[in-house]
C-alpha cells in the first residue's frame, strides 16, 4: 500500500470515529509504511497501525501516541 492510499483509509477511518489526522499525518504516516512495514510507528511491539490501543488513547489523551489520530477541536 503506499502513503496516499494508506492516508485516505486512515483519514475515512478517523471521520467515521469522529476524529481527524493530525498536521503530522504526512510523516507519521511515512515513517509507520517506509520505516516500521506497517506497524505502529511509536511502538512496533504494538503491532500493526492503528494499533489496538489507539481508541484507549485517543478517549483518554484526545490523541492516539504516535499523534497519527486525534479529537475535533
Known sequence: MDNEHFKHVVEL????KG??????ADKIINRCLNSCDGHCPCDQSRGYCPCAEHEREVAEMGHCHC??????K
Open 19 to 24: 476524529w481527524e489526522l493530525s498536521p503530522f
Open 13 to 16: 477511518y478517523a471521520k467515521a
Open 67 to 72: 499523534n497519527l489520530f486525534v479529537q475535533k
